[in-house]
């Protein structure tokens, strides 16, 4: 699990197994498997909650990463609410967003997974896995 400083290309999009995580299912952490889309495999990921990732807004803060519009465009976030809006311009599910590269065990594909961790309303809490990209 890594940060990512430099600019990247998403190339496509991994399957993943669960992308939906709620209250006590990701405590202490969410683990789920992603399929390389290279050499097709079976990856974990391990997501702990306050722990794992990095804002996502690092990202996209001066195009340094990825543009805004890319990560619209592959469905990775999207824009947030105004009412949400202290979490930053873009979320998904207008929860505090994080991101973190990793990549894959077999073929060594880098991939950058996107995610959202927070309470949706009292009592629920939700860690949404948007997804997992390959990148270069």
């Known amino acids: ?24 299912e990701a405590l202490p952490s969410a683990a789920t498997i992603f399929i390389c889309s290279h050499c097709g495999n079976k990856n974990t990921i391990t997501i702990a ?5 990095f804002p996502v807004m690092q990202l996209y803060h001066e195009d340094k990463v990825l543009p805004k519009s890319e990560l619209l465009k ?3 976030v999207s824009e947030t609410s105004q009412r949400m809006f202290h979490f ?17 065990i077999s073929c060594q594909s880098k991939y950058i997974a996107i995610f959202s961790y927070g309470e949706k309303q009292p009592g629920l809490m939700i860690l949404t896995i948007s997804g997992v990209w390959k990148y270069e």
């Open 88 to 104: 930053g311009e873009l979320t998904v599910n207008d929860l505090p967003t994080l991101y973190f590269g990793t990549h894959c």
């Open 49 to 53: 909650p306050y722990e794992s990732g």
């Open 1 to 24: 699990m890594y940060s990512i400083s430099e600019k990247i290309n998403i190339t496509g999009k991994a399957r993943v197994e669960k992308s939906s995580f709620i209250n006590d």
């Open 74 to 76: 592959h469905g990775m």
